[in-house]
């Protein structure tokens, strides 16, 4: 599967973005989908899971009850709905796939996934 994110930019403090993150190949539906981000001289983060049917989700608790993950599975496509957006959230942000036989597994470590799109970048200014 190819992954492809979109949707990054510029937000102000307390603001909202929405990431896409639109994939092509089969059996989208098989794969469980996380977001991860990377902020200058830093390491790579985990944000967000979902499992393959969307009816799970786990996130970092720097983001819980600010971001939202969903996915449409019709669409091939997986979002961050990012709202109240704070500076400390400017980062590289990244979609992964990892194809699973699990169907209520999410996956919080990056190693686990098999497949990552290219980033986008969201700066969030003060």
């Known amino acids: 599967v190819q992954l492809q994110a979109s949707g990054g930019g510029l937000a102000q403090a307390g603001g909202s973005l929405r990431l896409s993150c639109a994939a092509s190949?089969?059996?989208?539906?098989?794969?469980?989908l996380g977001w991860f981000r990377q902020a200058p001289g830093k390491e790579r983060e985990f944000v967000a899971a979902?499992?393959?049917?969307?009816?799970?989700?786990y996130y970092a608790d720097s983001v819980k009850g600010r971001f939202t993950i969903s996915r449409d599975n019709a669409k091939n496509t997986v979002f961050l709905q990012m709202n109240s957006l704070k500076p400390e959230d400017t980062a590289v942000y990244s979609c992964a796939a990892v194809m699973t036989f699990s169907s209520d597994t999410v996956y919080r470590e990056g190693r686990e996934y098999n497949y990552w799109g290219q980033g986008t970048q969201v700066t969030v200014s003060s």
């Open positions: 979902i499992n393959w049917s969307g009816g799970r989700t």
């Open positions: 190949g089969r059996s989208f539906s098989s794969y469980a």
